[in-house]
């Protein structure tokens, strides 16, 4: 009689094991994280960008359709310095860097500015609306996304909104604003410091 009920007991045990890893194994996908790159629709850059004299005078195309793309090919080309998996604490994300290339190709406004109060504008209110609106291309599950802010180039740093997004019911599941330290020759890879700079600050939101 015991070792029926032991038998018994055993096969209960194993049940609820399979049956774990079976949910396991059907969420573990939601895990997954897609890098959706560096939105610059509501960024700022305050003071001229002839401070740089590799720059030149930069024209808001130019701004748009070269630097941005630099930028965000940054996180393609040296994955190992800009880890995307590294900063949200996965083995590895999915990259969907069309996304945010989508957006910034669509961007017809005024960058280069001179106040110094617009170097931060948004909340997280503006944020969410912003989140509500975009295109995301038919993509679901997480994708994390920075929304570029200010630029100054007298303050020596960048400031972005790092934000976590359910791509499928276009819900902010994190935002956070950090700001990042630039540094670095010539107007790529100065700006280019800031966004590493970012990511470090942006690692411990993620491991909480």
Not at 40 to 58: R, V, Y
Not at 74 to 100: C, G, I, S, W
Not at 123 to 139: A, N
Not at 175 to 184: A, E, I, Q, R, V
Request: with cysteine.
């Amino acid at each position: 009689m015991k070792s029926v009920q032991k038998l018994g007991w055993l096969l209960a045990f194993l049940f609820v094991c399979v049956n774990l890893q079976s949910v396991s194994a059907q969420t573990g996908s939601s895990d997954d994280i897609t890098w959706l790159g560096l939105d610059f629709s509501q960024a700022k850059f305050i003071g001229p960008a002839t401070q740089f004299k590799d720059a030149g005078e930069i024209t808001n195309e130019e701004f748009r359709d070269k630097y941005t793309v630099s930028w965000n090919q940054l996180y393609v080309d040296e994955q190992k310095k800009f880890n995307v998996a590294e900063m949200v604490h996965r083995p590895t994300v999915k990259y969907a860097l069309e996304v945010t290339a989508k957006a910034n190709s669509n961007i017809k406004k005024e960058f280069f500015g001179a106040n110094p109060n617009d170097f931060k504008t948004l909340d997280e209110k503006k944020i969410g609306d912003l989140v509500s609106k975009y295109d995301f291309q038919g993509k679901t599950g997480q994708g994390v996304l920075f929304f570029v802010e200010g630029m100054s180039k007298g303050l020596g740093e960048a400031g972005a909104w790092v934000t976590l997004v359910d791509m499928k019911t276009k819900k902010v599941l994190l935002t956070t604003y950090k700001t990042g330290k630039s540094g670095g020759f010539g107007f790529r890879n100065y700006w280019a410091k800031s966004w590493y700079n970012i990511m470090k600050e942006a690692k411990s939101d993620f491991k909480k």
